[in-house]
């Protein structure tokens, strides 16, 4: 099975928060991943068909774009710093919305359907868009949202980018949006060494100058993104989300929820506190009647009261 002969080993980013340009060792990896499962030949088709693309939203070609992004940051301080990177986070935006133009839930989370079907979904985009601004040398990483900026929530349904402005402010990046940049009600990220769920507090720009968690509080800047494992984890999560016959499709059949299961404990394997990939391998196995299925719920309501439990409406 192909599934079984992937092996649960990746190339994590060496930092923390991580950082992976495009381009570099660690997106190469997924891109492979990615041609291996879909049996698409040829993973460096992706950079060659998918870069000169970039250029259609950027206005000049990716590599001039971050030579000159560089140039422009270079010794940059306080608010010009802080104004330099909000234009670069909507450049970047600009450059996914232009040259991927279609999105799907049932395929965009794969790099191969980028060249096979020119699709995208919210972890595909963010993790490209986070992957320019690392080239360029600013920080960037990835937040689950668990409440759009419309009120609309959802158990972390969504992936978007959290782009810090300087030490004091951020802001989230979203190329599922019509703008780029949004106020989101909730995200999932970390503070002080866990996960949490988090409402951030924005100032009259849209910027997030502090988060709550239940009591606590705290300022932007001790925000932290998903970390790479994962982030790599939430890739094997929209396969097993996304099955043919699986999780997300009404009627499902047994062969599908399978399927879908093994890729779900593929995505634990990389990183076991992917709540949201036990969440749903709980419905999966009580579907299939698995006698797990209640230990499996448990590990994600632990998980879940970790980090603060999902707010209830109007918390």
């Known amino acids: 099975m192909l599934i079984a002969a992937l092996a649960t080993v990746c190339t994590l980013s060496a930092t923390d928060p991580p950082v992976f340009p495009y381009r570099s060792p660690v997106l190469r990896e997924l891109i492979t991943e990615s041609c291996t499962i879909t049996q698409t030949p040829d993973p460096a088709r992706f950079e060659r068909d ?26 940059l301080r306080g608010p010009a710093l802080a104004t330099r990177r909000r234009a670069l986070g909507g450049e970047a935006w600009r450059a996914i919305k232009q040259s991927i133009r279609k999105f799907s839930l049932d395929r965009g989370f794969e790099f191969a359907n980028v060249i096979n079907t ?17 080239d360029t040398g600013t920080p960037a990483g990835l937040v689950m949202v668990w409440e759009n900026p419309r009120g609309q929530r959802s158990f972390l349904g969504h992936v978007a ?9 951020s802001i989230i990046v979203d190329a599922s949006e019509k703008v ?10 970390r503070t002080e060494g866990r996960y949490r769920f988090l409402r951030p507090a924005y100032n009259a720009a849209g910027e997030i100058v502090e988060v709550s968690g239940g009591r606590q509080r705290w300022p932007s800047k001790r925000v932290l993104p998903l970390t790479w494992g994962y982030t790599r984890s939430m890739f094997h999560f929209y396969r097993g989300e996304r099955a043919p016959d699986g999780y997300a499709f009404t009627p499902s059949t047994d062969s599908g929820l399978e399927t879908s299961r093994r890729w779900l404990r593929k995505s634990v394997a990389y990183d076991a506190s992917n709540v949201l990939a036990w969440h749903v391998m709980a419905i999966v196995e ?17 998980l879940t009261a970790a980090a603060g439990g999902w707010p209830q409406p109007g918390r």
């Open 50 to 75: 998918f870069t000169p693309k970039l250029a259609e939203g950027l206005g000049m070609p990716y590599d001039a774009w971050v030579a000159n992004a560089k140039l422009q940051l270079k010794g």
């Open 161 to 169: 980018v959290m782009l810090p402005l300087d030490a004091e402010r």
């Open 180 to 189: 780029p940049f949004v106020t989101s009600g909730g995200i999932f990220a």
């Open 118 to 134: 020119g699709e995208r979904q919210c972890l595909l985009q963010s993790v490209l868009i986070a992957s320019f601004l690392h």
């Open 286 to 302: 009580r579907k299939l009647g698995l006698a797990t299925a209640a230990a499996t719920a448990q590990r994600s309501a632990r």
